[in-house]
């Protein structure tokens, strides 16, 4: 494997961080992509800065991303940037479309001019599906987006089949369902709800507002969900799947197992807020992997409640010193 060299985009993010792992655990040398800017937060990488090598470049400037790739010479491109807080989508459409959709028109074209030979990944969302026409959702089932961000996802979906169909490119999406983790922005919902369970625990909070408890998603492990990134590309021939656990959650089983985790009852400090609302809301995803299992051999390993329990730990065990 030690000739094996990739580069990510989105190296900072939560799925970034773990994928570098697993790729270093897999003898690669890793590049990653940063934004230059003013103030830089590397703090889910810091622990591999000195394994890792980082280059400036932007998904909005196609010469950088020629330039980074020249530099890094990668067998395998992962793609993980974007704008991806989904409400974020409605504020700034414009902005999220030049990233999302955009933005992986000019790394596939950067790509393509530099090495056809580069196999790429393309990071798909389940939010493409949005008002679900199907239940469970697989690779076959029609695009629904509810949510500027998930139209985007949908563009940079389709331009990457149309790249692979198009220029003969090994080029794959992954269409991954919700996927968290400690490394999760407390923007989400599933962070947002262990990070507040940990405060009102230490002492820090007595509330914690929530939008639709009745929402519900199909939620696995990001560190689970990265190497099912990486068998795509180990594959002979390119194609995109569905990663899921296949099991679907509502906002309230996740919040009554993460106060359950802190020894609290959630219902004395849960405020429903309808300014949490979405304006159109995708109410139930659930992934159908079947495709997965059988051609990648993967599986996730973390179970639901696992996963919840680990985010609780982990904010209890962030925030401790803040109670002292």
């Known amino acids: 494997m030690s000739g094996n060299i990739a580069l990510i985009t989105g190296i900072t993010g939560q799925d970034g961080s773990y994928l570098a792992e697993l790729l270093l655990s897999k003898g690669y040398k890793v590049y990653g992509v940063v934004r230059r800017s003013s103030t830089e937060n590397f703090e889910r990488i810091a622990h591999l800065n000195d394994r890792i090598t980082l280059l400036q470049a932007d998904l909005l400037d196609q010469s950088s991303l020629v330039e980074a790739i020249r530099v890094a010479r990668p067998t395998e491109v992962y793609n993980l940037a974007a704008q991806s807080f989904v409400p974020t989508s409605w504020g700034q459409p414009v ?9 992986v028109t000019r790394i596939l074209e950067a790509v393509r001019s530099v090495d056809l030979g580069i196999r790429f990944y393309q990071a798909s969302s389940s939010e493409m599906f949005g008002k679900v026409l199907q239940v469970p959702q697989d690779e076959d089932t029609p695009f629904y987006p509810r949510s500027p961000y998930g139209v985007a996802k949908v563009y940079g979906h389709y331009i990457t ?3 692979r169909e198009s220029y003969d ?7 991954l369902f919700n996927h968290e983790s400690p490394r999760r922005g407390l923007e989400f919902v599933t962070r947002k709800v262990t990070d507040g369970v940990a405060r009102i625990k230490l002492g820090l909070a007595h ?34 799947y569905v990663v899921a656990t296949g099991e679907t959650h509502s906002v309230r089983e996740l919040t009554e197992i993460a106060f359950r985790r802190a020894g609290l009852d959630w219902e004395k400090y849960v405020v429903i807020d309808p300014a949490f ?9 659930i992934g159908a992997p079947k495709k997965a299992y059988e051609k990648l051999g993967w599986q996730p390993k973390t179970t639901f409640q696992q996963l919840v329990e680990m985010m609780v730990d982990a904010d209890l065990e962030r925030l401790a010193h803040r109670a002292r």
Do not use: C, H, K
């Open 207 to 240: 509330e914690l507002r929530l939008g639709n408890l009745e929402a519900q998603r199909d939620w696995g492990f990001a560190g689970d969900y990265v190497e099912a990134m990486w068998l795509m590309l180990q594959q002979p021939t390119a194609d995109d």
């Open 169 to 175: 490119m090994y080029a794959v999406s992954g269409i």
């Open 277 to 285: 609302y979405r304006p159109a809301e995708v109410d139930l995803l």
């Open 161 to 163: 089949v149309n790249y």
């Open 95 to 103: 902005l999220t479309g030049e990233f999302t959709a955009l933005g």
